[in-house]
């Protein structure tokens, strides 16, 4: 590991915005602050979102600035891409910002039923191969639904034809609520979103990948808990590359 990630996780340890519990850190150990993000760490009773798979922390730092409140959490488990949205919170003085470095895949243990309002997912890896990864998947929903309150909004945004088709299958196959679809963000922009702050909010590979000419693609639905959730059973076909500036690295033209 090269000095630089090194210097970052040390300061990220000294952080007031950063909790970290990577998955050998809190097996089968209680989190303390489960139901109680609003009143030990934010001090208010405002609604709660979270980022999951946030990386830099562009989006919840962009999100924060532009709606003091609302209380917004950042999820991932790269470190060294979380300390710049974590650092630039600090520098900004954004007291309705939180970092959590944990694996998503346990994140039903950092928070208690009902506890949040929203879900962000933005530019989340497809997992083309194995439909359990998929932030969007019936996997990851079911989980969502132990904090989610009842029909919480959860939001895509994404490059990836793949994921957004299969998403968008997921959520008609199960009949779920969805309040906007387009996959040309800002192009065939929703009526209901001309003029929003959200569209101001790009992170750097979107506007690369804006550049590139690729769509950005968005989903808005919400999620209910009185169903059964099943997964499509549908071939998709698959994205030509798989981040920017890097290759398709699979001859398959299609996956469920």
Not at 16 to 38: L, T
Not at 88 to 109: G, K, M, P
């Amino acid at each position: 590991m090269g000095k630089g990630k090194l210097a970052k996780f040390a300061e990220m340890k000294t952080m007031s915005n950063v909790f970290e519990y990577p998955f050998s850190v809190v097996d089968n150990v209680p989190f303390a602050m489960q139901g109680h993000w609003r009143e030990e760490y934010f001090h208010n009773d405002n609604p709660l979102v979270l980022e999951l798979g946030c990386g830099k922390g562009e989006y919840t730092v962009g999100l924060a600035r532009l709606f003091p409140n609302v209380n917004f959490i950042g999820v991932d488990i790269k470190g060294s891409r979380m300390w710049t949205g974590a650092k630039q919170a600090l520098e900004q003085q954004l007291s309705n910002v939180a970092f959590l470095r944990t694996n998503i895949e346990i994140i039903d243990r950092f928070f208690a039923k009902d506890e949040v309002q929203e879900i962000w997912l933005t530019f989340s890896d497809p997992q083309m191969k194995n439909p359990r990864k998929r932030l969007s998947s019936t996997f990851f929903l079911e989980r969502f639904r132990h904090f989610l309150v009842d029909g919480g909004t959860i939001h895509l945004k994404t490059d990836s034809n793949f994921l957004f088709t299969y998403t968008k299958l997921m959520v008609e196959h199960n009949g779920l609520p969805t309040d906007m679809c387009t996959e040309d963000l800002y192009h065939q922009t929703p009526a209901n979103l001309i003029g929003s702050p959200l569209l101001t909010i790009q992170t750097y590979y979107e506007s690369m990948w804006i550049s590139r000419g690729l769509n950005i693609r968005y989903l808005r639905f919400r999620l209910p808990h009185n169903s059964d959730l099943v997964e499509p059973n549908v071939e998709i076909p698959l994205d030509e590359y798989r981040s920017y500036h890097r290759d398709k690295r699979s001859s398959l033209t299609q996956s469920k």
